[in-house]
């Protein structure tokens, strides 16, 4: 796909994260290229997935962009998102229409910073879409200021001076639609189609659903959480 045919194809629609950790019942790759494939068929535009080996799985049977991450934990940094070159070479390799990485704050693996990461990465790879995993305002317009080509709201409640913030982040999704200059991606705690909507009628470029819709354990702990409360 072109880059005007990746932005064509997931304008103002849903892009569904099908992830599953090695703790979570769901783990194979497998399972989320069948996922993937189950998200395509109920409409999704895009998938969002973490691991080359879950998305070249994906890829086999979705023909759909893919907005790739690797998440890998290093000693000494908070910073798990594609983290270093190396996930992002990884995800190249893999042929990611788009690749996410956290674009907040905090320092990465060496203690390199945003921009000399981003620097790097850009040098290396300047024609590969790219798109900023933020927590706050401030975080999402230095991202689009450095050249990320999409600006995220994921991190927003999932980083130590966010925690315990409303999702989904509308207030965040509005500021950065009007004042970033990028297009915004919604991501974070849209758990109904109703939090859908309301995120693209901020304006936003297009939203990401992962939970709600790929993660049976944690939807049936909201149902039974109801019922606890209930009794």
Known sequence: MTKQEIMDQIRGKLIVSCQA??????????IMSRMAYAAMQGGASGIRANTVEDITEIKKVVALPVIGIIKEVHDGSEVYITPTIKEVDALVSCGCEI???DATKRLRPGGITLEAFFKEVREKYPDQLFMADCSTIEEGMHAARIGFDFIGTTMSGYTP???GIKLPNF???????????????????????????????TGAFAAVVGSAITRPREITKRYSEAINQNS
């Open 99 to 101: 690749i996410a990485a």
């Open 161 to 163: 001076y966010t925690g």
């Open 171 to 201: 207030n965040m999704m509005e500021t950065l639609v009007r004042e970033c200059g990028k297009p915004v991606i919604a991501e974070g705690g849209i758990w109904c189609p109703a939090d859908l909507k309301k995120a693209l009628d």
């Open 21 to 30: 950790l090695k703790e979570e019942p769901l783990y194979s790759s497998y």
